[in-house]
């Protein structure tokens, strides 16, 4: 049960400085409750198995059988736990949701069952998987001596090492209600969740609240490494990811709006964009993806995924792409700028739609805490598009032409590489 899931609903009160944000505004009939606790640190496969023993015996077993895998997640930074349905059952999601704090206590059998389908899920979700297996990699040579550089799920090895005095060790540290952040979403008052908590027996998560946040990065000394997965069977692809340190550093929300903007102005045929350079004045590739995003305040990552048109070798694309990258690093004309701008307005939503307003601060709010960031106010983010300007995307750019580390995976068999 990896990675986050998709959340859709509404807007409403919360309060940043207590560990309950309420998410109120639509009116589909639906209301979600999300708690999630920061996995102190450790990002290795403990918290993977932890979640999986807390989750399974208390909860899956009495919901329907589709969400035994769908209603708790592992991160890199935290471990969550959510239930949805009409909001006169809200008192009842609470109630099962709580048994995540009660210390683990299961026949050790069933631990070592959970333990086997973690293997199969490494199997489902690694093997026979040159991009998973490549991500993996490359993330443990980028984010070298940092804790997101472990494994979420972990090696075959590794799993089969997990034992449940360790699982109940790590719950007992991480699962109590200090440490715990709750998100409640739907159509529902202030009063009624404080009712609900209270019917249900919901432990207090203020009365000793401890701050929480993602634990500290530091970028490893500039290195490129390159990866091989020659899979005879795999189209063939490559992916260039590079992490660097920016000068200066930069509001993590307002950041993200950079990155998100530069990301759109590389991802044109515009002057200062790589389209035109890799795939419309010269055919280099037949596609490629590119995403920018930050670490933290001080750090961005950028990811390069692309298929070489026919008959260009990985070494060409590489050397092209590069070139490319470095030109568009001297700085993007205004005028690329100011047009990309006008359409990354939908980076945002319309902010005279109460109910799309609504469903991207559920989704902004859930992904914060999702990785220990407290969430700001709607007032706050309405300001930021108004704070980014064309100097901010070109400090961007010269950023990821600056030294770094460089991870450069080859997916497939090319006969020319």
């Keep these: 049960m990896l990675g986050l899931l998709s959340f859709i609903v509404w807007y409403g009160f919360y309060d940043c400085r207590s560990s309950i944000l309420s998410v109120l505004v639509s009116r589909d009939g639906s209301t979600s409750a999300h708690v999630v606790f920061s996995s102190g640190n450790r990002s290795t496969p403990i918290a993977h198995y932890t979640e999986h023993l807390a ?15 769908s209603n708790a997640w592992t991160n890199d930074y935290a471990v969550g736990y959510w239930l949805s349905g009409p909001p006169e059952d809200l008192p009842d999601m609470l109630r099962r949701l709580k048994v995540v704090f009660d210390p683990i206590d299961l026949p050790k059998e069933f631990a070592e069952t959970e333990r086997d389908i973690i293997l199969r899920e490494y199997d489902w979700r690694m093997a026979n998987n040159p991009d998973a297996q490549a991500a993996e990699d490359m993330e443990a040579f980028l984010y070298d001596g940092n804790p997101i550089a472990a494994s979420v799920i972990g090696t075959p090895d590794q799993i089969k090492a997990l034992t449940y005095d360790d699982a109940k060790a790590f719950h007992a540290e991480t699962h109590r209600p200090e440490r715990a952040r709750l998100v409640v979403s739907g159509d529902v008052t202030e009063r009624q969740l404080a009712k609900a908590m209270e019917e249900a027996g919901f432990p207090d998560l203020d009365a000793n609240r401890e701050d929480i946040a993602p634990p500290p990065f530091t970028l490893a000394a500039p290195e490129v490494r390159t990866f091989r997965y020659p899979d005879p069977n795999a189209a063939l692809r490559m992916t260039w990811r590079k992490v660097v340190t920016l000068p200066e550093p930069v509001d993590f929300d307002l950041l993200e709006a950079q990155t998100a903007l530069a990301r759109d102005i590389l991802d044109t045929n515009l002057p200062g964009g790589l389209a035109g ?4 004045d010269v055919f280099v590739t037949k596609s ?6 930050p670490i933290n305040e001080t750090h961005i990552e950028f990811v390069f995924s692309a298929e070489p048109d ?3 070798g990985f070494a060409v694309m590489q050397s092209a792409f590069e070139a490319a990258l470095a030109a568009s690093a001297e700085g993007v004309p205004i005028r690329t700028h100011d047009r990309v701008g006008d359409r990354f307005k939908g980076f945002w939503p319309d902010w005279s739609d109460d109910e799309e307003t609504a469903r991207w601060m559920v989704d902004y709010t859930l992904s914060r805490v999702s990785v220990l960031r407290e969430p700001k106010s709607e007032r706050q983010i309405r300001k930021i598009h108004a704070q980014i300007d064309a100097s901010d995307i070109n400090t961007i750019l010269a950023g990821l032409a600056g030294p770094g580390r460089t991870a450069i995976a080859f997916i497939g068999t090319y006969p020319n590489p």
Excluded: V
């Design 55 to 69: 989750w399974r015996p208390n909860i899956g077993k009495n919901s329907r059988p589709e969400d035994r895998d």
């Design 277 to 280: 350079p890799l795939r419309f």
């Design 288 to 293: 490629f993806r590119i995403s920018i995003a």
């Design 310 to 312: 026919t008959g260009i």
